[in-house]
């Protein structure tokens, strides 16, 4: 059952522990993954320029947009809390769903995250107690989420609460769901927006056909929870890591009002019916948490019988661990489960390799099929930028065009499975 086996003694490593963040693994211990590729966790990783998940796919999507974008100025948080007028911020239409997923989101960290105006037995007390849980989302919640200094979303939740109606079907209904499954599957949360940063080295062996490039790419980034699942099954007593990532929508097409049609029942159910899957990008992200959170193995006991002295330590690319995008809204799981954790791990390490170049390169080229199509911001013909990687150079249009190359051989192992509590 446990999967991380430390090779030279056969012994298996135990997987149930995983570290909190208080406890790290020296930053200087270099897991070995087969040979493809390396990781280390950092302890300063901004002299590395490290980029997120997020501008990665978005370059990957289109260089000229994410060169071009100036960072968003958020808004500030009001300092004071004002009830707003009822219907002022919907306008008699439905709340952004956007801003509802938030609202759900933080809710759920503040059942979990150590700096929660809730002291950690008024969060186990909620977890636990349904009608608990229901009278604190109607009478409490309000208070703790401006003395979490969300005032913006306070005065957000307090205006849908307004709406009996809506604010059962928007934030009390999946709340319950939320903490139903909790509870069935005797799952802990271990971490909630958690941080993480490392980096990640390629090998000889991690790009096909071309041995001496070498080379690093740092990435940040935060795991919104992560949690154990106690499996059901009996014969095995293990717990099994689960790395989970809420979303609000799938991304989807958005959802055009039908016309009104004699056959409205028939449209319904057809609706209904159609699954809408997480993204190629939701891929993307949860296989870049496994790579972060590789950096989370306890490894203390195997480091302390080779007395300190492994540089590398090696371990498997197939593990128990559970990557799972979350849908608060409705309280649909998927589980990410590659046709060959192996391929989909090398296409995208390939990917965000080339992609890294490409970008710290200046390269800014529009996608063709963009519908930016604004024209570029320098003069210098895309293909005069070359980027050095090792002993070669190749040009950055080349690059990029082998990140989309490696993304869609990445594609092709992805597969996504509902993910029901057994
Ligand atoms: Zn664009």
């Not at 909190?20 to 950092?42: C, E, G, M, T, W």
């Not at 949690?227 to 991304?251: C, H, V, W, Y």
């Not at 949860?286 to 203390?300: E, G, K, P, S, V």
Request: aromatic fraction near 8%.
């Amino acid at each position: 059952m446990p999967v991380l086996l430390d090779e030279k003694r056969g012994r298996p490593i135990d997987i149930r522990r995983v570290l909190n963040a208080s406890q790290l693994i020296p930053h200087a211990l270099s897991l070995n993954y087969d040979d493809l590729f390396k990781i280390q966790r950092v302890r300063n990783v901004f002299p590395l320029s490290p980029v997120s998940y997020s501008k990665l796919a978005s370059y990957l999507e289109c260089p000229w947009c994410t060169v071009a974008q100036k960072p968003k100025r958020r808004a500030k948080e009001p300092t004071h809390f004002l009830p707003i007028q009822q219907g002022r911020l919907f306008g008699g239409a439905q709340p952004d769903p956007r801003l509802v997923g938030t609202l759900l989101h933080t809710l759920v960290n503040l059942l979990h995250a150590p700096d929660s105006p809730l002291t950690e037995k008024m969060r186990a007390d909620l977890l636990a107690d349904s009608d608990a849980f229901v009278r604190f989302l109607r009478c409490d919640a309000l208070e703790t989420l401006q003395k979490a200094g969300k005032i913006k979303l306070a005065m957000f939740f307090n205006e849908l609460s307004q709406q009996p109606t809506l604010f059962r079907t928007t934030m009390i209904t999946p709340m319950l769901h939320y903490q139903r499954e909790l509870i069935s599957t005797h799952s802990t949360v271990f971490a909630a927006a958690e941080r993480f940063q490392l980096k990640l080295l390629s090998t000889k062996n991690t790009f096909a056909d071309y041995p001496d490039r070498g080379g690093h790419i740092a990435l940040v980034g935060e795991f919104d929870q992560i949690r154990m699942r106690n499996t059901s099954d009996r014969s095995q007593p293990l717990s099994i890591p689960a790395i989970i990532e809420f979303k609000k929508g799938l991304g989807g097409k958005k959802v055009v009002a039908p016309q009104p049609s004699l056959f409205e029942d028939a449209t319904e159910q057809a609706e209904e019916s159609e699954l809408v899957l997480p993204s190629d990008a939701h891929a993307m992200q949860l296989m870049i948490y496994w790579l972060a959170f590789q950096t989370r193995w306890d490894l203390t006991e195997t480091l302390k019988e080779a007395r300190g002295m492994w540089k590398e330590i090696p371990m498997q690319i197939q593990q128990e661990l559970e990557l799972i995008l979350y849908n608060l809204n409705d309280g649909c799981q998927y589980q990410l489960r590659p046709t060959s954790h192996k391929d989909a791990m090398m296409a995208l390490i390939e990917c965000i390799f080339y992609l890294d170049w490409a970008l710290k390169s200046g390269y800014a080229a529009p996608s063709p099929e963009h519908e930016c199509q604004r024209s570029p911001l320098t003069e210098v013909p895309p293909a005069s930028i070359q980027v050095q990687i090792g002993y070669a150079a190749l040009s950055a249009q080349e690059c990029h065009q082998l990140a989309r190359e490696a993304f869609g051989r990445f594609k092709e192992t992805i597969r996504w499975e509902r993910y029901s509590v057994k």
